[in-house]
Structures are given as structure tokens and as C-alpha cells.
Nanobody, 120 residues
Framework: QVQLVESGGGLAQTGGSLRLSCLAS????????MGWYRQAPGKERELVATARWWGTPYYADSMKGRFTIVRDKDKNTLYLQMNSLKPEDTAMYYC??????????????WGQGTQVTVSS
């Protein structure tokens, strides 16, 4: 049973924008810490941003000011608005849900990923 479905990746130019979406089942969306992670070729997976359905989201330092995570409870959808994109943002982006805190999440459920490519 697919529980997290990402969409919205693609090709963007440097300085451009993309919005990623992650549709979740209601039980996951209302219970777990949800977040976005990314993995570039040859690199480890890294945290991008996390959010609960309440409270202030958490961002990795390199994403602050450029990326915005939004949790839409009515649509059971997690968004990642990415602005001022850089070539180094090129990666596979994953939506995940799990335990822990927004600063130290423990993701247990992963989506299939969506590719983001930023051209210079």
C-alpha cells in the first residue's frame, strides 16, 4: 500500500523555482513528523526540512530563506516550495514520515522520490 506519493520535480534553471508535493494517507499526515530529504549522486541523504501539523517548521541551514515547507492538513499534502534554485540543489528529493522531533527526525516511511535538476 503506497502511503507517500511525491510529485512536482523536474528541470529548472539557476534562480528558478519548483514546488514539490507529497500526498499522504490521513493517518500518517496527522500523526507523524513529516519532512523532505534529498540525495545527490555520490552523496549521503540529507535533511532538507521537517514539520509537524502544528508549530514552526525546521530547515537545514543551507535551505533557510530559499525553501519553504508547508503542511496542508485539509489536503493531507506536504509541500516544498523551492526558490532561488542552485545547481547544487540537484538531487533526488524524498518525502518521509516518522517519529522523533523536527530537529532530529526518525523517518520510517519513505516516498519513491522525485528528481530535481537545476541547470547552470
Amino acid at each position: 500500500q503506497v502511503q507517500l506519493v511525491e510529485s512536482g520535480g523536474g528541470l529548472a534553471q539557476t534562480g528558478g523555482s519548483l514546488r514539490l508535493s507529497c500526498l499522504a494517507s490521513e493517518s500518517i499526515f496527522s500523526t507523524y513528523v513529516m519532512g523532505w530529504y534529498r540525495q545527490a549522486p555520490g552523496k549521503e541523504r540529507e535533511l532538507v526540512a521537517t514539520a509537524r501539523w502544528w508549530g514552526t517548521p525546521y530547515y537545514a541551514d543551507s535551505m533557510k530563506g530559499r525553501f519553504t515547507i508547508v503542511r496542508d492538513k485539509d489536503k493531507n499534502t506536504l509541500y516544498l516550495q523551492m526558490n532561488s534554485l542552485k545547481p547544487e540543489d540537484t538531487a533526488m528529493y524524498y518525502c518521509a514520515a516518522g517519529l522523533g522531533t523536527i530537529q532530529a527526525p526518525d523517518p520510517r516511511i519513505w516516498g519513491q522520490g522525485t528528481q530535481v535538476t537545476v541547470s547552470s
